[in-house]
Nanobody, 113 residues
């Protein structure tokens, strides 16, 4: 029910915008987030936007990434700027409402030097 898109190959310093569209659920009820997982590493929460639109970011992306949501369009986006090689990972969108959660299929982001 979550479909992520927008990944790709970009040079360091560049930008990408990830988008996640939900079907079959009403995103306005959910806290939404983007996670990422690099090879050999644990999945980490990158950015979170609650139903109240309060946001939170992992320290490594603060000032570079912006999460936003459009409840009318049932989407959540992640604008990534000034990308670094260490941002290379598979990015997953995530929705949580109480004990109910959904994961998107992941989209690859590769940042080259």
């Amino acid at each position: 029910q979550l479909q992520a898109s927008g990944g790709g190959l970009v040079q360091a310093g560049g930008s990408l915008r990830l988008s996640c569209v939900a079907s079959g659920i009403t995103l306005s009820k959910y806290d939404m987030g983007w996670y990422r997982q690099a090879p050999g590493q644990q999945r980490e929460l990158v950015a979170l936007i609650e139903r109240t639109r309060r946001t939170n970011y992992v320290d490594s992306v603060k000032g570079r990434f912006t999460i936003s949501r459009d409840n009318a369009m049932n989407t959540v986006d992640l604008q990534m700027s000034n990308l670094k090689e260490e941002d290379t990972a598979v990015y997953y969108c995530y929705a949580r409402w109480g004990k109910i959660d959904y994961w998107g299929q992941g989209t690859q982001v590769t940042v080259s030097s």
